[in-house]
Nanobody, 125 residues
Framework: QVNLVESGGGLVQTGDSLRLSCAAS????????MGWFRQAPGKEREFVAA????????YYADSVKGRFTISRDNAANTVYLQMNSLKPEDTAVYYC??????????????????WGQGTQVTVSS
């Protein structure tokens, strides 16, 4: 079993920055990748960013490319999402996810096995 705990959400203004953290615990040795997804009210959950844990390759949705950066700290068993130049359309609940198996498409939510409880990010205009 794996436990994921997100933190760092909040209320900010357009153009501000936030850093989300996701601390993993439990049976994380089989981790293949970790990712961030988000879900706005009335919308489906969408991919934001992901990182392959062993080699550090990163992947981003087009909507956040150049503004968001995903990174990991192996020692702390933590993945981060640095969000810069935030926009009102970034407002959503952000979820951390962990995948244990090899993946066909790293941006697909159903390829992830474990999920955090989510953290709210609200960007005011």
């Amino acid at each position: 079993q794996v436990n994921l705990v997100e933190s760092g959400g909040g209320l900010v203004q357009t153009g501000d920055s936030l850093r989300l953290s996701c601390a993993a615990s439990g049976r994380t040795f089989s981790r293949n990748a970790m990712g961030w997804f988000r879900q706005a009210p009335g919308k489906e959950r969408e991919f934001v960013a992901a990182i392959r844990w062993s080699i550090g390759s990163t992947y981003y949705a087009d909507s956040v490319k150049g503004r968001f950066t995903i990174s990991r700290d192996n020692a702390a068993n933590t993945v981060y999402l640095q969000m810069n130049s935030l926009k009102p359309e970034d407002t959503a609940v952000y979820y951390c996810a962990l995948a244990t198996a090899s993946m066909v498409f790293i941006g697909r939510a159903n390829e992830y096995d474990y999920w955090g409880q989510g953290t709210q990010v609200t960007v005011s205009s």
